[in-house]
Structures are given as structure tokens and as C-alpha cells.
């Protein structure tokens, strides 16, 4: 069994029917692949009716992770609850406080997801939006690398970055996307107004599509070759230059 896995799945049909039924928190669903009939249209439709991604996959890919009878299904659960952005978004105002938004696209490794975690609680982010695909799992390694951050930060699991893009543009919300591409210095961007920030994965960056619903694009000054920074060392840095002109 991977590590990665231990103590947090559950598997059996009707355990995690049960499951699902009952409000658990799950980060998703693996059904076995040749699988089919009524209950694969049964635990479809739950995950749709909950938000919970599922994916079908090998049995072999079943099997590292339990050797038990698992019956063609096994259900991930999360260490956090997930979130909806239209909740998240209208309690910000009600405070009285201009959202700080922090947007991941495709960002996988959960070593990096619990650092960057840690550096928006640390600076005083509202919340961060995953994708329900391509989004590191947040199991116990990116909760302990977040120091306790995601214990204590909102995370907004949504059906697409583009949609949460969509969203928050349509609530007043500027959308700043960082790029390596930009002529713009990451220190000419307004951060004291509502604002997303957009970061993406190590090797693609935000992809083209993301990028283009922005309003502004910006890039971290360097003065190395180093083709670019960590992508939680350069969030950790946006951060602090939107909490540094937030005051």
C-alpha cells in the first residue's frame, strides 16, 4: 500500500455509498474500470449531487492501495472540508473586507500546495480555489508542510478554475495573473482593491486560457538565470507584496 494512502480511504460498496450519503468530507472516488450498471450510475450521480470527483482506473491502481476485498471501489477521504466560493465570497463583504483570492491552476504537488497554504494564512488570504481536477490531494504530507494553515484557511473545491475566474469577475473581483511573459513588475499591481491571483503549475504556468481572462498580468522581477522560482516560493512573495500595500 502507498503511504500516501495510509488511513484515509475507504473502500466497499457500501461503505462508501454510506459515506458519500452521510456528508463525509471525500477528495474522490476511484471506480474500477470494466465496472457498470446500477450501482456505477448510483455513485456517479451521488458524487455529482456532493461535488466529489471520481475517475475510473485500473484494478491494479485499486490494489496498491489496499489489498483487501474492495469491491472495484475506493473513496479518498479529505483531511479538510471543502468550501463553496459564492459562500465564501459575500461573508468577505459583509465584513467589510476587500477579498484576497488566491486562484491555483493545476498546482499538484502536495508539498507545495501545503507551503502555499501556509504562506496565504500567514499574509492574510481569504481563501484558495482548486479545481476539481488537477489539484494536489490534501492528504497528511500537505497538511503538515501548511503548519496547521489548511486547518484554518478556506479551500474552495470548484468545478474549473475558469468558472471561479468567471465568478469572481462577475462579483467586482480584479483578476491578476502572474506570468513570466509580462513587461509589467508585480509591484505596479493595485492590491488594495478586490483581487484573485492567479498562479499556476511548475512547468506549464497559468495555462493560455486563464491567462487571457485577467485583467493584469504581472512577473516577479529576478536577476539569475534560474529559469523561475518555486511556485510557492513566487506565491509566498506575491503575498507578501499584496499584504505589504494592504498595510
Known amino acids: 500500500m502507498d503511504k500516501g494512502y495510509k488511513d ?10 454510506e459515506a458519500i450519503q452521510s456528508g463525509q468530507y471525500l477528495e474522490k472516488v476511484w471506480l474500477q474500470i470494466g465496472m457498470k450498471g446500477e450501482f456505477v450510475s448510483e455513485i456517479r450521480s451521488l ?3 456532493h461535488g466529489i470527483p471520481n475517475q475510473m482506473v485500473p484494478k491494479e491502481k485499486l490494489n496498491k492501495v489496499t489489498r483487501n476485498n474492495h469491491q472495484g471501489i475506493i473513496a479518498f477521504v479529505s483531511l479538510i472540508p471543502y468550501y463553496k466560493l459564492e459562500d465564501i465570497l459575500p461573508q ?3 465584513k467589510d473586507e476587500l477579498p484576497l483570492i488566491l486562484v491555483l491552476d493545476a498546482v499538484t504537488d502536495v508539498r507545495n500546495f501545503g507551503a502555499i497554504a501556509r504562506s496565504a494564512e500567514v499574509f ?3 481563501a484558495i480555489v482548486i479545481g476539481k481536477k488537477n489539484a494536489a490531494r490534501i492528504n497528511s504530507e500537505a497538511m503538515k ?6 486547518s484554518k484557511i478556506p479551500v474552495c473545491r470548484e468545478s474549473s478554475p475558469m468558472a471561479a475566474l468567471e465568478y469572481l469577475k462577475l462579483s467586482g473581483v480584479t483578476i491578476a495573473s502572474s506570468d513570466l511573459k509580462a513587461t509589467q513588475s508585480i509591484e505596479a499591481i493595485d492590491f488594495t482593491s478586490p483581487i484573485a491571483i492567479l498562479v499556476g503549475s511548475e512547468g506549464r504556468g497559468v495555462h493560455y486560457t486563464l491567462s487571457e481572462m485577467a485583467d493584469e498580468q504581472f512577473i516577479i ?3 539569475g538565470t534560474t529559469d523561475s522560482l ?6 509566498g512573495i506575491i503575498l507578501y507584496e499584496a499584504s505589504k500595500q494592504r498595510g
Do not use: D, R
Open 47 to 49: 458524487c455529482k449531487k
Open 145 to 150: 508542510t501548511s503548519a496547521g494553515a489548511l
Open 230 to 235: 518555486n511556485v510557492s516560493v513566487a506565491t
Open 221 to 223: 522581477p529576478q536577476k
Open 92 to 94: 468577505i463583504y459583509e
Open 8 to 17: 484515509q480511504f475507504i473502500f466497499g460498496k457500501h461503505p462508501v455509498v
Open 124 to 126: 492574510g488570504a481569504h
